[in-house]
């Protein structure tokens, strides 16, 4: 199979789980006989620095002629105090608008042998096994107006949550398709005791709901949804809610699994190629350090080869090979409190190996 895939390593430690993907996804052409494009794009404050903005044209049309788009991490303290428009962060929001990848998918799995690197109990995190669908192209990211402005003497900073009828549907549309493909259950995640957005969001949900019988599905509010992730996080299947919402659950719900390098995800749109990004950022404190965990983007690379491409099998000995160097016993820093850890690079060298032996095992 012939795919083209627009890798963009972006900042911090970007550039170092990008190359960890990288490498695996010539390890995967090598041994299933499949042939990766692989066209590379500048984006996020590195992309401010040598091009003047953080989405250049041409990262832009890389990604549109591409099958799939790979994405590091964006931002960093050397651009934090540039205008709001002229952020790396920026890059990443456009490329997700101007691609239409409305439905971020979050999946939380539990890894048996990070039990201990949970902050969680055993009990509580046994089974989990859930997925955050966000809503990715609208509320208070791109909601407007957004601006500064002197009202009566006073400086005034205006963000808006908008959402429409459309933008809800099709998100809650896809977590309704999802949830019945799982276990059955959706829970809506909204703040309708005191937002109007939520309240249209509740009454879409409702509608929807006639079209998936099979589904149950419950409404919760934020708060309470905080709260239940760590109190009993099993109760979820799938959990669909809006752009912030989701943003901020799917970090909380990392730590189920023990750590933020752990969590991958994919952006999807109706049609045209999908974006395959960890859920972490660009870690400043740790990068160039050798020290980031390349298993959230190596997940996300499973995430590709089976959403974008069909390949189930190799997306499965991706995702095993992950599971294999756990049980293991093969650490990042990030995971244990344990001196003898792995650096970004021996972490892949295991997961390439595992991948190795998996296919020798299979043929
Ligand atoms: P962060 O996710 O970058 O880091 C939070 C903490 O988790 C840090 O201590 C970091 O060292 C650790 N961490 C994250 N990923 C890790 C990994 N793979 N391995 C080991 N440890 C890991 O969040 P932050 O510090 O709030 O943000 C830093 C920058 O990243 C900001 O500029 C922010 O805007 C940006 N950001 C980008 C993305 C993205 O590109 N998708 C996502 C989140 C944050
Ligand atoms: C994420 C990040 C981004 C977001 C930032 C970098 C714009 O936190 O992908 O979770 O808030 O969506
Ligand atoms: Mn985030």
């Known amino acids: 199979m012939k795919k083209r895939i627009a890798i963009l390593p972006g900042d911090g430690i970007g550039p170092e789980v990008c190359e960890a993907a990288t490498r ?20 996020g404050g590195i992309s401010i620095d040598k091009n003047g903005t953080p989405l ?24 934090d105090q540039l205008p709001g428009d002229q952020r790396p962060e920026k890059g990443l929001l456009g490329l997700r608008k101007e691609l239409q990848l409305f439905a971020n998918l979050r999946p939380v799995t539990i890894y048996d042998a990070l039990a201990d690197s949970s902050p969680l109990k055993d009990e509580i995190i046994q089974g989990v096994e859930l997925l955050i ?58 703040k309708a005791n005191v ?31 905080a709260m239940q992730l760590v109190r009993n996080p099993r109760q979820f299947d799938v959990i669909v809610t809006e752009n912030m919402f989701g943003d901020i659950l799917s970090d909380e719900a990392s730590m189920i ?20 990004e960890p859920i972490h950022g660009s870690a400043p404190d740790i990068a160039g350090k050798g020290l980031a965990n390349p298993l959230a983007t190596l997940s ?50 295991k997961v390439i190996e595992a991948l190795q032996n998996n296919k020798q095992n299979a043929s």
């Open 133 to 190: 669908v966000r809503e990715l192209t609208g509320g208070l990211y791109f909601g407007e107006p957004r601006e500064r402005k002197i009202v009566d003497g006073e400086e005034i900073a205006i963000d808006t949550l908008q959402y429409s009828r459309f933008e809800i549907e099709r998100i809650v549309r896809k977590a309704f398709q999802l949830a019945g493909e799982r276990r059955g259950h959706l829970t809506s995640v909204d």
């Open 257 to 276: 699994t023990g750590s933020l390098g752990m969590l991958p995800s994919s952006s999807l749109s109706e049609d045209g190629p999908g974006l395959f």
């Open 24 to 43: 695996v996804l010539k390890e995967i052409e090598a041994l299933y006989q499949h042939e990766f494009e692989l066209i590379y794009g500048d984006i």
């Open 300 to 349: 996300s690379v499973a995430m590709m080869l089976a959403y974008s491409f069909d390949l189930y099998d190799e997306a499965t000995s991706l995702q095993d090979a992950i599971n294999e160097v756990l049980n293991k016993g093969y650490r990042t820093a990030d995971l244990t409190n344990d001196s003898n850890t792995l650096s970004t690079i021996q972490m892949t060298d």
């Open 195 to 225: 937002l109007e957005s939520s309240r249209l969001w509740r009454e879409v949900v409702e509608e929807v709901a006639k079209d998936f019988p099979n589904v149950d599905y419950s409404h919760m509010l934020v708060d309470n949804a």
């Open 56 to 79: 250049p044209q041409e990262t832009l049309s890389a990604c549109r002629q591409s099958d799939a788009v790979l994405l590091g991490a964006v931002g960093g303290p050397k651009w």
